[in-house]
């Protein structure tokens, strides 16, 4: 019997000490892929899995897989995981890794995360149902718990921003979501680890942008909530234009 995903990719001598940790387990899964070991349309590990395997967070993990998607190399699929994709099937479109000190390069990839999240934001107002409503709740609520105990959040900043992209049903900005989560969504959670060490005080005033935004989607204005989600991504440009001039 074939062993499983996940036996396949045991035996891989990880190294915590890497220079980033997403980079290495998007280097080490990429080489399993390319040799054959994760066959095409094989499901790769779980996130719990792959955590383990690694000994690192879910937040790296996702970075990583990220990575992979960009690359065109894996797809998910909503409910069942994610498989490495046919060649053919690979995607053109790249974007090119973002450093924050760069301003203009900054600036240009805050332009395209804007329009691309507001533009979810405002279809997820209209469309969402019940269950979506529940996960986006989710996620604000777990921000807030994080916020309580001292913690960074990222990661339900992370599903809290993808269960509105999910709430447009909308497959293809479903899609450019996952190539943007390596490139630019990494600006915004870089963004909100520097509010919390460099500028504490604003913690509270991003986890309002926050509630700001699911409280239009909750009333379905459409308006609103594109406008909220605009203010929060301007605002978290400033939070990092704040900790370069500094």
């Known amino acids: 019997m074939a062993p499983s995903n996940s036996q396949r990719t045991e035996g891989n001598t990880f ?3 890497a220079k980033h940790l997403p980079d290495e387990i998007a280097r080490r899964l990429t080489q399993a892929i390319q040799s054959g070991t994760i066959a095409v349309g094989d ?3 779980s996130e719990r899995v792959l955590c383990e395997q690694y000994s690192v967070s879910r937040a790296v993990v996702r970075e990583a897989l990220s990575q992979l998607k960009s690359e065109g190399l894996v797809t998910s699929r909503a409910g069942s995981g994610v498989f490495v994709t046919e060649r053919t099937q690979r995607q053109a479109f ?21 329009t ?19 996960r986006i709740r989710r996620a604000l609520i777990g921000m807030e718990y994080e916020i309580a105990n001292d913690r960074l959040g990222d990661e339900e900043d992370f599903a809290f921003h993808q269960a509105i992209v999910d709430a447009t049903h909308n497959p293809h ?6 190539h943007l989560e390596h490139g630019a969504r990494r600006v915004i959670r870089q963004a909100r680890s520097n509010t919390k ?21 909750v009333a379905g204005d459409a308006q609103l909530a594109a406008e909220a989600a605009e203010l929060h ?3 978290a440009a400033e939070r990092l234009n704040m900790y370069l001039r500094s």
């Open 173 to 178: 900005f479903q899609a450019l979501s996952a």
């Open 197 to 217: 060490v460099n500028h504490a005080d604003l913690v509270e005033a991003v986890q309002q942008e926050h509630k700001q935004i699911y409280d239009a989607i």
């Open 116 to 134: 691309i999240e507001v533009a979810a934001t405002r279809f997820a107002a209209m469309r969402r149902t019940p269950d979506d409503l529940k």
């Open 94 to 114: 790249r974007m090119q890794d973002v450093a924050i000190d760069e301003k203009d390069s900054l600036e240009m990839v805050m332009e395209l995360l804007v």
């Open 15 to 17: 190294q915590p000490e």
């Open 43 to 45: 499901r790769l590990p």
């Open 233 to 235: 991504l301007r605002n």
